[in-house]
Protein backbone atom coordinates (compact mmCIF):
# COMPACT_ATOMS: atom_id res chain seq x y z
CA UNK A 1 0.00 0.00 0.00
CA UNK A 2 1.02 3.72 -0.19
CA UNK A 3 1.32 3.98 3.74
CA UNK A 4 1.28 2.13 6.62
CA UNK A 5 -2.12 1.25 7.65
CA UNK A 6 -3.39 0.52 11.32
CA UNK A 7 -6.72 -0.90 12.18
CA UNK A 8 -8.72 0.12 13.96
CA UNK A 9 -7.94 3.39 13.97
CA UNK A 10 -10.30 3.59 17.72
CA UNK A 11 -10.71 0.55 20.52
CA UNK A 12 -12.57 1.03 23.34
CA UNK A 13 -12.86 -2.18 25.21
CA UNK A 14 -14.05 -3.54 29.13
CA UNK A 15 -11.25 -4.15 31.26
CA UNK A 16 -10.58 -8.11 31.18
CA UNK A 17 -11.16 -8.14 26.86
CA UNK A 18 -8.58 -9.30 24.80
CA UNK A 19 -7.99 -6.89 21.75
CA UNK A 20 -5.82 -7.51 18.49
CA UNK A 21 -4.46 -4.68 16.96
CA UNK A 22 -3.44 -4.85 13.39
CA UNK A 23 -0.41 -3.28 11.03
CA UNK A 24 0.17 -3.57 7.22
CA UNK A 25 3.53 -2.24 6.44
CA UNK A 26 4.21 -0.47 3.06
CA UNK A 27 4.66 -3.21 0.84
CA UNK A 28 8.25 -4.43 0.72
CA UNK A 29 9.32 -2.98 3.74
CA UNK A 30 11.66 -5.96 5.87
CA UNK A 31 11.53 -4.45 9.24
CA UNK A 32 8.27 -3.55 11.68
CA UNK A 33 8.20 -1.97 14.68
CA UNK A 34 5.98 -1.50 17.48
CA UNK A 35 5.53 1.35 20.18
CA UNK A 36 3.40 2.65 22.68
CA UNK A 37 2.66 6.24 23.24
CA UNK A 38 1.07 7.49 26.80
CA UNK A 39 -0.59 10.72 26.49
CA UNK A 40 2.39 13.76 26.58
CA UNK A 41 5.01 11.21 26.31
CA UNK A 42 7.30 9.73 23.65
CA UNK A 43 7.04 6.53 21.56
CA UNK A 44 8.52 3.82 23.18
CA UNK A 45 9.65 0.34 21.94
CA UNK A 46 7.77 -2.69 22.58
CA UNK A 47 9.01 -5.09 19.57
CA UNK A 48 10.70 -5.66 16.38
CA UNK A 49 10.39 -8.01 13.63
CA UNK A 50 12.92 -8.61 10.87
CA UNK A 51 10.53 -10.04 8.38
CA UNK A 52 8.54 -12.89 10.20
CA UNK A 53 11.25 -13.14 13.00
CA UNK A 54 10.45 -11.55 15.90
CA UNK A 55 13.95 -10.37 16.80
CA UNK A 56 13.34 -8.36 19.95
CA UNK A 57 10.28 -8.46 22.38
CA UNK A 58 12.09 -6.92 25.30
CA UNK A 59 9.75 -3.86 25.73
CA UNK A 60 6.53 -5.83 25.93
CA UNK A 61 5.36 -5.11 29.38
CA UNK A 62 4.91 -8.45 30.49
CA UNK A 63 2.98 -11.44 28.82
CA UNK A 64 -0.65 -10.04 28.44
CA UNK A 65 0.78 -8.88 25.28
CA UNK A 66 2.47 -10.74 22.43
CA UNK A 67 2.95 -9.87 18.62
CA UNK A 68 3.08 -11.93 15.32
CA UNK A 69 4.24 -11.38 11.46
CA UNK A 70 3.66 -14.75 10.16
CA UNK A 71 4.13 -13.84 6.73
CA UNK A 72 6.44 -11.14 7.19
CA UNK A 73 4.38 -8.48 6.46
CA UNK A 74 1.18 -7.90 8.19
CA UNK A 75 1.71 -7.89 11.57
CA UNK A 76 -0.71 -8.22 15.05
CA UNK A 77 -0.23 -6.82 18.38
CA UNK A 78 -2.45 -8.82 21.07
CA UNK A 79 -3.28 -7.38 24.21
CA UNK A 80 -4.79 -10.31 26.78
CA UNK A 81 -6.89 -9.73 29.69
CA UNK A 82 -6.58 -5.69 29.03
CA UNK A 83 -6.46 -3.74 32.06
CA UNK A 84 -7.00 0.29 32.48
CA UNK A 85 -3.14 1.14 32.62
CA UNK A 86 -3.10 -0.68 28.84
CA UNK A 87 -5.00 2.47 27.95
CA UNK A 88 -2.60 4.45 24.94
CA UNK A 89 -1.78 4.98 21.22
CA UNK A 90 -0.29 1.78 19.35
CA UNK A 91 2.00 2.91 16.63
CA UNK A 92 3.36 0.70 13.87
CA UNK A 93 6.47 1.42 11.89
CA UNK A 94 8.40 0.08 9.22
CA UNK A 95 11.53 0.17 7.45
CA UNK A 96 12.66 -0.57 3.86
CA UNK A 97 15.76 -2.89 5.11
CA UNK A 98 17.09 -3.27 8.33
CA UNK A 99 19.45 -1.65 10.77
CA UNK A 100 19.99 1.78 12.52
CA UNK A 101 20.18 4.25 9.88
CA UNK A 102 16.62 4.24 8.67
CA UNK A 103 13.25 6.54 7.63
CA UNK A 104 11.04 4.57 9.87
CA UNK A 105 7.34 5.27 8.58
CA UNK A 106 4.27 5.28 10.81
CA UNK A 107 1.07 4.42 10.82
CA UNK A 108 -1.80 6.71 12.69
CA UNK A 109 -1.94 4.11 15.03
CA UNK A 110 -4.77 2.59 17.52
CA UNK A 111 -6.32 4.58 20.22
CA UNK A 112 -6.69 1.61 22.72
CA UNK A 113 -9.03 3.03 25.18
CA UNK A 114 -9.85 0.24 28.22
CA UNK A 115 -12.66 1.38 30.12
CA UNK B 1 22.60 0.91 25.67
CA UNK B 2 21.10 3.85 23.74
CA UNK B 3 19.20 7.14 25.55
CA UNK B 4 18.33 10.57 24.46
CA UNK B 5 17.26 13.55 26.97
CA UNK B 6 15.38 16.05 25.50
CA UNK B 7 16.19 19.14 27.57
CA UNK B 8 13.07 21.19 27.61
CA UNK B 9 9.61 19.75 27.51
CA UNK B 10 7.75 23.14 26.41
CA UNK B 11 9.15 25.79 23.81
CA UNK B 12 7.42 28.81 23.20
CA UNK B 13 9.04 31.35 20.71
CA UNK B 14 7.44 34.49 18.41
CA UNK B 15 6.31 33.80 14.79
CA UNK B 16 9.95 35.04 12.81
CA UNK B 17 11.95 34.26 15.71
CA UNK B 18 14.80 31.46 16.02
CA UNK B 19 14.36 27.80 17.56
CA UNK B 20 16.25 25.81 19.49
CA UNK B 21 15.12 22.36 20.59
CA UNK B 22 17.53 20.68 22.44
CA UNK B 23 19.06 16.97 22.41
CA UNK B 24 21.49 14.90 24.27
CA UNK B 25 22.04 11.61 23.60
CA UNK B 26 24.05 8.60 24.88
CA UNK B 27 25.06 5.52 23.16
CA UNK B 28 27.54 2.56 23.56
CA UNK B 29 27.58 2.84 19.71
CA UNK B 30 28.41 5.19 17.20
CA UNK B 31 24.77 6.45 16.67
CA UNK B 32 22.42 7.21 14.30
CA UNK B 33 20.61 10.32 15.44
CA UNK B 34 17.32 11.73 13.88
CA UNK B 35 14.88 14.27 14.66
CA UNK B 36 10.81 13.17 14.37
CA UNK B 37 7.53 15.95 14.02
CA UNK B 38 4.20 14.85 15.47
CA UNK B 39 1.71 17.43 14.23
CA UNK B 40 -1.85 17.67 16.28
CA UNK B 41 -3.94 14.19 15.32
CA UNK B 42 -1.26 13.44 12.64
CA UNK B 43 1.46 10.51 12.73
CA UNK B 44 4.84 10.99 13.15
CA UNK B 45 7.14 12.27 10.39
CA UNK B 46 10.80 12.78 9.58
CA UNK B 47 12.46 15.72 9.70
CA UNK B 48 15.92 14.62 9.62
CA UNK B 49 18.57 12.38 10.19
CA UNK B 50 22.38 12.34 10.96
CA UNK B 51 24.40 8.72 10.37
CA UNK B 52 27.47 9.56 10.73
CA UNK B 53 28.42 11.53 7.22
CA UNK B 54 28.13 15.40 7.67
CA UNK B 55 27.84 16.67 11.22
CA UNK B 56 25.51 19.42 9.98
CA UNK B 57 22.46 18.03 8.86
CA UNK B 58 19.37 19.69 7.06
CA UNK B 59 15.96 18.48 6.72
CA UNK B 60 12.67 19.53 5.20
CA UNK B 61 11.06 22.97 6.24
CA UNK B 62 14.17 24.66 6.90
CA UNK B 63 15.27 22.98 10.12
CA UNK B 64 18.50 21.69 10.58
CA UNK B 65 20.54 20.08 13.27
CA UNK B 66 24.28 19.37 14.61
CA UNK B 67 25.87 16.59 15.80
CA UNK B 68 28.16 17.33 18.13
CA UNK B 69 30.29 14.33 19.84
CA UNK B 70 32.41 16.13 22.12
CA UNK B 71 29.02 17.91 23.99
CA UNK B 72 26.67 13.84 22.72
CA UNK B 73 24.17 16.59 21.63
CA UNK B 74 22.36 16.95 18.31
CA UNK B 75 20.29 20.27 18.65
CA UNK B 76 17.65 21.24 16.45
CA UNK B 77 17.40 24.61 14.80
CA UNK B 78 15.51 26.82 12.77
CA UNK B 79 16.36 30.40 11.64
CA UNK B 80 13.10 31.72 11.55
CA UNK B 81 9.84 29.92 13.23
CA UNK B 82 6.37 29.91 11.40
CA UNK B 83 3.25 29.21 12.94
CA UNK B 84 2.70 25.87 11.16
CA UNK B 85 5.94 24.74 13.17
CA UNK B 86 4.01 24.15 15.73
CA UNK B 87 3.79 20.73 17.20
CA UNK B 88 5.30 17.75 19.32
CA UNK B 89 9.11 16.82 17.98
CA UNK B 90 11.44 13.63 19.25
CA UNK B 91 14.67 13.57 19.52
CA UNK B 92 15.46 9.75 18.27
CA UNK B 93 18.76 7.42 18.66
CA UNK B 94 19.81 4.32 17.30
CA UNK B 95 22.75 2.25 17.44
CA UNK B 96 21.35 -1.07 15.96
CA UNK B 97 17.91 -1.62 15.02
CA UNK B 98 15.81 -0.16 18.31
CA UNK B 99 15.33 2.94 17.85
CA UNK B 100 15.06 4.93 21.35
CA UNK B 101 12.78 8.30 21.81
CA UNK B 102 12.87 10.86 23.99
CA UNK B 103 10.01 12.51 25.92
CA UNK B 104 9.41 15.02 23.42
CA UNK B 105 9.18 18.74 23.15
CA UNK B 106 6.43 20.84 22.31
CA UNK B 107 6.81 23.70 20.65
CA UNK B 108 4.69 26.85 20.43
CA UNK B 109 4.68 29.90 17.72
CA UNK B 110 3.25 33.22 19.03
CA UNK B 111 1.85 35.50 16.66
Known amino acids: GAGVSQSPRYKVTKRGQDVALRCDPI?????LYWYRQALGQGPEFLTY????????KSGLPNDRFSAERPEGSISTLTIQRTEQRDSAMYRCASSRVAGAREKLFFGSGTQLSVL | AQSVTQLDSHVSVSEGTPVLLRCNYS??????LFWYVQHPNKGLQLLLKYTSAATLVKGINGFEAEFKKSETSFHLTKPSAHMSDAAEYFC?????????FGTGTRLKVLA
Open chain 2, 27 to 32: SSYSPS
Open chain 1, 27 to 31: SGHVS
Open chain 2, 92 to 100: VVSGTYKYI
Open chain 1, 49 to 56: FNYEAQQD
